[in-house]
């Protein structure tokens, strides 16, 4: 029988649920990008709203941020919401509060956030205080039995309480602090090595970065903590320590990243030798007394860090920073290293001109290098300056021959441009102009630097063909067979 027109205009009307089917609807939600979505799919009935705010809470790949007490509270509203039963999806969360939360607030928050069961991210910003808003916020967070990935800043003796109490399976860490924090809290120093304060994640974590973070000795070495799975590790912002027990502790590690304080004020001294190697030879003997790792898979940092963590393993894959100051540590980075694959990236930092290529034929000598099979080489050059470029091109031709296990080269070239702004007007300008005793003549206008001719190496840079070197290299130098790479990058840098 045919649809009266009525019949046709109710069907039109009807809820959107009811035309098409539920399942289809929450199938486009799950794979929605933006919560935002979500979130107006949800509100086009109410039987699908309740589905999708399941979608809407638990997508890790876009944290729920709460950045002040309007936003909890708003938040912790919303979560209750159908008697609570909203916590079990939430999946990844980052509290980004400036200051304390209002107490009332923060309690509340204490009180349900015991519900998130499935919460496996959790960030903060300003960790020491948000948890010091209320007393029962870090054993509340400490309670969550499924964290796998947490992210420290800022961190203090309440941070430290609720890291030392949880039973999180961590996979991932990340530590962040002020140094003065703890620059004269010896008991919080004591108490903020990862070492002792990730204890009960032990078992489960595989990365463990730490950034302005204290990372001592600890005192007793036979009972040392193990961490069997942790297979990353990065160091940055701290001053270098006794490293003899990160084999101890992390005795599968693979991958390591350090840029310590020493390696960036390294510029700053002039005569530390002797404080760098007094460094080193207190590493030196632990690692070789108590044993090292049989070998590192990658090693990605600068070249004074290496050298005065005294590591005495084969590293299979190196990536160095180098620049003139650690041309005296590279020979002892790479006997210890023997790498297979290095990348080395070579910037003497200076617009006067770097020293002359000789450093070259001293690294690329080293018994070290015999077992190289890939080499990646970056210079970078500021401009303007007098080196003569070429001389890079020469000596590597030199010394690659005595690289015969060679497989890959790969040349890079970096020159960047620094343009000097032309000088204002000053009063010197118009000393001794005749013009200044003659007020009927215009006066000249200030003087401008002009702009200075381009020297050599720089006219050299716009037409380097580094493909071209690199093929010459190969012709000249390597075994027959080798592959070759060449890149070059010019970049005019604005005042």
Partial sequence: MPKTAGQEASNSHQPPARRLNLEILLLVASVCDERRTVARIGRTCKALYDYTVRYSVEQAHEPIVLRSSRSIALFCRYMNANEGRRWPFLRCLHLSTENKVKRGVAEIFASFVRKATHLEILEFRNTETFLESHPDLAPALASLPRVQCIKIHDAGGTTCAMLESM??????????????????????????????????????????????WVFD??????????????????????????????????????????????????????????????????????HLSRGTWQRLQVYNGGTLDLYLVGIPCHIEHLDLSLCPRELQFIGDVLSDARPTVLDLSWWPGSAEGPPGSEWILEVFGKPGLSGLRALSLEIRIDLPTTTNVTDYFDCLA????LLGALETLTVKAQFAKYNLPLLPPSDSDTEGDDNAENPSRPARAGRHRSPPLPYAAEVYATSLDLQDVARQLLCSSLTPGTQTHGTACYILTPP
């Fill in 167 to 212: 039973h999180w399976p961590l996979e991932m860490a990340t530590l962040e602090c002020q140094r003065d924090r703890y620059m004269d809290d010896n008991n919080l120093r004591e108490r903020m090595n990862p070492v002792h304060l990730l204890k009960n994640s032990r078992l489960t974590l595989k990365e463990l970065a730490v950034e302005f």
């Fill in 398 to 401: 030199r010394v690659l021959p």
């Fill in 217 to 286: 000795d600890p005192d007793d070495l036979d009972n040392c903590p193990v961490y069997p799975s942790l297979a990353s590790l990065s160091v940055v912002g701290t001053f270098s320590t006794l490293t003899g027990f990160w084999p101890i502790a992390y005795p599968n590690l693979s991958y390591l990243h350090l840029y310590t304080l020493d390696q960036d004020l390294l510029s700053s001294y002039d005569d530390s030798a002797i404080a760098y190697d007094s460094i080193r030879a207190a590493n030196r003997p632990t």
